[in-house]
């Protein structure tokens, strides 16, 4: 038996030989009482996604802070224009479409013709003669008609004679016209005017010697019309014969 401890106590001797020989730990000794480290991922037999994360899902997202405190996060501003509109000018366009639409292109008046004025008119009045040694009155009438864009004219005795000519404006308002027969015309009436002075005065008329005419036309504002003809004409035989007439519309 005393051989047994000694041969136990030798083997104990060169286990602590040999112990001593070996070269220092790298980490600190195990202590019993703590656990051993083991590397994630690989030898954790618990935590299977680190060890195969195809397995798992994407992380968590964490909550937004502004949901959890909303007091930590301050709102936006409200829209001043809300707030106060008459901070904000209205659209025009809005409140009134018309004001913002394109205006009609006008059409060139140089384009257009001209708007006609034609009036009608059937005067009536008396004719006044008189000359040397004669002195007479006679009804007489005129069918007028009058193109006052056109400037020009027409009128009609009651005998049948047809006298043509111009017109032209007297004054601003536009309601008076001196009217200037042709050179056709203005023979025709001188020849009437000395065919009345020779049957008046009982002489034989010869030839027109001279002549002067005055004729104007005024519009009335009841739509009427007035005609003043002055004519003075000097005939061989009968010598000077005057003629007037105040003729107005029937």
């Known amino acids: 038996m005393l051989r047994n ?6 083997s104990f001797a060169l286990l ?3 112990a001593s020989q070996a070269a220092p730990l790298d980490r600190p000794p195990f202590n019993g009482g703590d656990s051993i480290p083991i590397e994630p991922g690989i ?3 618990v935590n299977d ?3 195969f994360p195809q397995l798992c899902g994407p992380p968590e997202v964490p909550p937004d802070p502004c949901a959890l405190n909303p007091d930590l996060c301050q709102p936006e501003p409200p829209d001043p224009c809300l707030v106060n509109p008459q901070l904000c000018e209205p659209d025009l366009c809005e409140l009134s479409p018309a004001l913002c639409e394109e205006p009609p292109i006008a059409e060139d008046p140089g384009n257009q013709p001209p708007e006609q004025e034609v009036f009608d008119h059937s005067l ?5 003669l008189k000359g040397e040694g004669f002195k007479t009155s006679e009804p007489y009438t005129l069918l007028l008609s009058f193109d006052t864009t056109a400037r020009t004219f027409s009128a009609m005795d009651g005998a049948g004679n047809l006298y043509t000519g111009n017109l032209t404006p007297k004054g601003k308002k536009g309601v008076k016209f001196s009217l200037f027969l042709d050179d056709a015309s203005g023979d025709a009436f001188s020849a009437d005017v000395a065919g009345r002075g020779a049957a ?3 002489r034989t008329a010869g030839s027109v010697l001279g002549e002067t005419s005055k004729l104007t036309l005024k519009l009335n504002e009841d739509g009427s019309a007035s005609l003043k003809i002055k004519s003075e004409v000097l005939v ?3 010598g000077e014969v ?3 007439a105040n003729l107005l519309s029937q």
């Open 5 to 10: 401890v000694i041969a136990a106590a030798a």
């Open 49 to 51: 996604c680190l060890r």
């Open 242 to 244: 005057v003629f007037k």
């Open 124 to 128: 009536a009045g008396n004719a006044k």
């Open 200 to 202: 008046a005065s009982g």
């Open 16 to 18: 602590g030989a040999l």
């Open 43 to 45: 030898l954790d037999p």
């Open 236 to 238: 061989s035989g009968v």
